[in-house]
């Protein structure tokens, strides 16, 4: 059965630290992994990963893909209250169709 | 202006009541998505679609139905409601190619009493 697990399922970290989130994933076909940050509306796009070892950065947070060891992580460093978010990470399985294979989420809250 | 809208934003509805979501895109995509979300569980698919005439069941669709009336929009319908539909109900559209970023609605709160 493809799966997407994410950990931790939350965190709780003070303005100024660095946080990784993790996500591993067991997808028949995989053609690529996101990542998004949930607040409290829709889903905002923040990284897509297809090739391994590859760092893709935006600002403070940046992302790699292992596709040997079927994980990813997403790092931010310096946090903000404004990170304080639900981060989802998902699997896009070819074998389905394109359909996107969504984890649980990790449940980053930022204290000042 | 939004390049998926969702309509209602917040819904309140007793069970047995037919009620339906609407979904529009800007982003000339083909392929559109129902999502559901609750506390703990995620997102979870229940229809999507990868043209007008081409709709597929995901993995709750029962109790669900979906109409692709253009490219543009894909209607979800609760025919009858009942209380565990309760849930956030997101949109997205993606384009052809397969595991392409998938862009969210902003999501319709549903509340069945």
């Given at each position: 059965e493809d799966k997407v697990v994410q950990s931790p399922l939350s965190l709780v970290v003070h303005e100024g630290d660095t946080v990784t989130l993790n996500c591993s994933?067991?997808?028949t076909n995989f053609r690529s992994l996101l990542w998004y940050k949930q607040e409290k509306k829709a889903p905002t796009f923040?990284?897509?990963?297809?090739?391994?070892g590859i760092e893709k950065k935006s600002g403070r947070l940046s992302s790699i893909l292992d596709k040997k060891e079927l994980f990813s992580i997403l790092n931010i460093t310096a946090t903000q209250t404004g990170d304080s978010a639900v981060y989802l990470c998902a699997v896009g399985d070819g074998g389905s169709q394109g359909n996107l294979i969504f984890g649980k989420g990790t449940k980053l809250s930022v204290k000042p | 202006d939004a390049d998926v809208t969702q309509t209602p934003r917040n819904r309140i509805t007793k069970t047995g009541k037919r009620i339906m979501l609407e979904c529009s895109q800007t982003k000339g995509h083909d392929r559109m998505y129902w999502y559901r979300q609750d506390p703990g569980l995620g997102l979870r698919l229940i229809y999507y679609s990868f043209d007008v005439k081409d709709i597929n069941k995901?993995?709750?669709?029962d109790g669900y139905s979906v109409s692709r009336q253009a490219q543009a929009k894909f209607s979800l319908s609760l025919e009858s409601a009942i209380p565990n539909q309760t849930a956030l109900y997101f949109c997205a559209t993606s384009g052809p190619g397969i595991g392409e970023t998938q862009y969210f609605g902003p999501g319709t709160r549903l509340l069945v009493l």
């Open positions: 994933y067991e997808v923040l990284f897509m990963l297809t090739s391994s | 995901g993995e709750i669709s």
